[in-house]
């Protein structure tokens, strides 16, 4: 009898089994499987591909031949394959735990929806000195503006950023703000990030020979309890920008961040 080729089973790339099999089941008789072992990535972000070879005596039984994945305890069997003599087959159809009609784009895909430019002035930085979390120095805002197209308030005086500047040169950001709306509402800012005052900002700062410009990311959170302005309690917002120690003043864009709804890339 001409003995049967390899049998090749194609994985998509977002499933990661523990063990696949190619399972034997018969009209009558037991069960058999044997183990396919998976093959070295042709081309990287490409589907695995898991080979195994069958005994030629599946090819007389009568039985169908399907491919099984191990998902832990949970097991996830896909359309039987034909068996043929050789050449090898190619079988598409080893599902992964992705329940059908569900879709796993290969990357989900950021809205930024601007909400406004946030400029403020500096006070003089207070410099409490070396912990054991690094370099602690004050920074407390002298007057500032958050100006965009549905969003318009004022920083009051006293919001402070209780910065810790590691030793690689960046500092943790650690904001507590208050914010005035041109209408009256009073906004609640708290919020973490980092800024890069670069490969010697830690001695640099710690002798206060302060850098002109150093890029920062931010992540505000706002609260209020003002209805007109609920909607900026569900945002999650990301600011970039730069601080400017030269002259004391931060300037940065703040946006919402949200999830593009839609039609979703196939995997």
Known sequence: MTPLGDVNVELPRAAQPSTVLL?????????ERIRALAQPMGVPGTDRIYRATPPSSWL??????????????????????????????????????????????????????????????????ITIGETPEGLRIDFVVHYGT?????????????????????????GLINVHALLRTDDGALITAAYAGMVDFGPNGHERMRRKDYPKLSPMQLAPRLLTEDPRYGWLNKAYVLGVGYADLEHFVVTYDAYAVTTVTGALPAP
Do not use: C
């Not at 031949?65 to 949970?74: K, N, R, S």
């Not at 958050?146 to 960046?170: C, H, K, P, Q, W």
């Open 60 to 125: 007389s039984s009568g039985g169908a031949v399907l491919p099984l994945a191990l998902y832990g305890g949970e097991e996830v069997r896909g359309a039987p394959l034909p068996l043929v003599a050789a050449p090898p087959v190619i079988a598409t159809a080893l599902p992964s735990r992705v329940a059908e009609g569900d879709h796993v784009p290969s990357r989900f895909a950021p809205k930024l929806q601007f909400l406004a430019r946030v400029r403020v002035q500096l006070k003089q930085p």
């Open 23 to 31: 399972e034997l089941q018969r009209p009558a008789g037991p069960i």
């Open 146 to 170: 958050a100006r965009g197209d549905s969003f318009n308030a004022d920083v009051l005086e006293n919001t402070v950023d209780y910065m810790l500047v590691r030793a690689d040169g960046i």
